[in-house]
């Protein structure tokens, strides 16, 4: 890669005081937003799924060929893989096109590995892998994202069945009745225990995290097929966090990296005791980048991922947003726990999409921005989260390429 890291003055301003609000709105949505409720009824049209029914082509393609090595590749044919105006679970923050963006080409780049091609989305097969199973996605908001854009790639394929959604908080739960199929989304910051993880009772500039505490969540995780682990920007506010390791009134600040990989050591061994590996899976999302500072791509500018229309060229690129040094720590934990743990590497392909980012075309504190705050892009773009459809629809494909490929020796021997 060859990418310097960061320096600690860079990581110091990563997110300025005025983006740290940008953080809560999800937590707000969990409890505000109406509920979705689609129930329908269409003529029964399902496919019959033999028992060999991932191919074994496509199984192999994760174990064959890095695929997050690759290159974004217009593809205005295929791309994007559901419309926007189709998906009624997508939330107001990720609506850009609805909430006013102009352009639209973000929504048509493919990624394409170097030495592969990635298999064809394919809801159907998902939704019988995940056949009286449930998969939970825990992480912020990004995490939050992630989980909006799987319900989109798979709603629109279940006809004859029905599908709902339904809140548990901190649980938003996809159900897709016919398959018994749960798709999960669990708030949870920073994997750990923290003040975040409460909607009524948090503060977001006190940030106190209890790295050794994790039962308070993990209950909720025992016994599930498929967990997707996510956590980053919350703790990328100050270089230094408060946080508790033992008693809960010995605070002190902490290194931010060296607290995140308490955090995670904390989490790993909570994994190891709980996690069985022989019909579980668990995965781990490495930091979803943002574009908060023009410069780094094209110097002497001085702006944002604001206007931005085309990813950025070229083998390589990586911006001051993702530590080095964290997702160091993460595959250190990951290489040194008893269990496989996939870890995926999202970063680089994502940093490519400086195109790909909210700015203005979304909403504060649960409102859309006003006419003011969107000629404000300077202050008011969000560089952190994404439009969709877009690049998180990307982060899981390459999972379903995963899941192809660790469902597929289960099921051409069980079944
Ligand atoms: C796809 O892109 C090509 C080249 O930019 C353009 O000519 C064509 O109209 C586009 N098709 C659609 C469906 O947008
Ligand atoms: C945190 O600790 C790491 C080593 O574990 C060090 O490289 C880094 O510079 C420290 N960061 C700060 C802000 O002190
Ligand atoms: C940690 O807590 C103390 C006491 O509330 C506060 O003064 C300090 O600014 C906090 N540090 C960080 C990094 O938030
Ligand atoms: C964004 O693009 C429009 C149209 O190209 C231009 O008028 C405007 O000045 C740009 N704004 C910023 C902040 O770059
Ligand atoms: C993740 O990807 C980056 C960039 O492609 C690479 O430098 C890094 O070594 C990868 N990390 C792991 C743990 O594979
Ligand atoms: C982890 O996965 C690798 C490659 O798939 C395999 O060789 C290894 O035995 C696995 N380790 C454990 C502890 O299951």
């Not at 270089?239 to 995140?260: D, F, K, L, R």
Request: net charge positive.
């Amino acid at each position: 890669m060859g990418s310097p890291s960061p320096s600690r003055s860079q990581v110091l301003s990563l997110f300025p005081f005025a983006l740290a609000s940008i953080l809560t709105i999800g937590i707000v949505k969990l409890y505000l937003e109406n509920s979705h409720s689609v129930r329908i009824r269409l003529h029964p049209a399902r496919r019959s799924y033999p028992a060999g029914f991932i191919s074994p082509s496509e199984a192999s393609v994760v174990s064959q060929c890095n695929v997050f090595d690759g290159r974004w590749v217009f593809d205005n044919a295929t791309r994007p893989l559901y419309r926007e105006q189709s998906c009624p679970y997508l939330t107001k923050q990720v609506t850009c096109r609805k909430n006013g963006r102009p352009d639209s080409l973000y929504q048509n780049w493919r990624w394409k590995p170097n030495d592969c091609e990635l298999p064809k989305f394919d809801a159907i097969t998902l939704l019988e892998i995940l056949r009286d199973k449930t998969m939970m996605l825990i992480g912020d908001s990004i995490q939050r994202t992630q989980w909006e854009s799987l319900v989109c790639l798979i709603q629109s394929s279940i006809i004859g069945g029905r599908k709902s959604l339904y809140r548990d908080p901190p649980m938003k739960i996809f159900y897709a009745e016919e398959f018994n199929a749960k798709i999960v989304f669990y708030w949870n910051p920073f994997i750990v225990e923290s003040n975040s993880d409460h909607a009524l009772k948090h503060t977001v500039y006190k940030r106190l995290v209890n790295l050794d505490s994790v039962e308070k969540h993990s209950k909720h995780w025992k016994g599930v097929d498929v967990l997707v682990f996510e956590s980053y920007v919350w703790w990328m506010y100050k270089p230094v966090i408060n946080a508790t390791n033992g008693p809960s009134h010995q605070i002190q600040e902490y290194n931010v990296t060296n607290a995140y990989r308490m955090a995670m050591k904390t989490w790993a061994n909570w994994i190891e005791s709980n996690v069985d590996p022989r019909t579980q899976r668990v995965f781990f999302m490495s930091p979803s980048p943002t574009h908060l500072w023009s410069w780094e791509w094209r110097p002497g500018s001085d702006e944002n991922c604001f206007n931005e229309t085309h990813p950025i060229e070229g083998r390589s690129y990586w911006g001051t947003g993702s530590s080095i040094e964290i997702m160091g720590a993460v595959a250190d934990v990951l290489r040194e726990m008893k269990i496989n743990v996939t870890y995926m590497n999202i970063t680089q392909l994502s940093e490519f999409r400086k195109d790909g980012h909210t700015t203005v075309y979304t909403e504060r504190r649960g409102k859309l921005l006003t006419k003011e705050q969107k000629a404000d892009p300077k202050n008011y773009g969000d560089c952190i989260h994404w439009c969709l459809p877009g690049v998180p629809d990307t982060w899981n494909e390459i999972l379903y390429a995963y899941l192809l490929h660790e469902f597929y020796h289960l099921f051409n021997t069980t079944r």
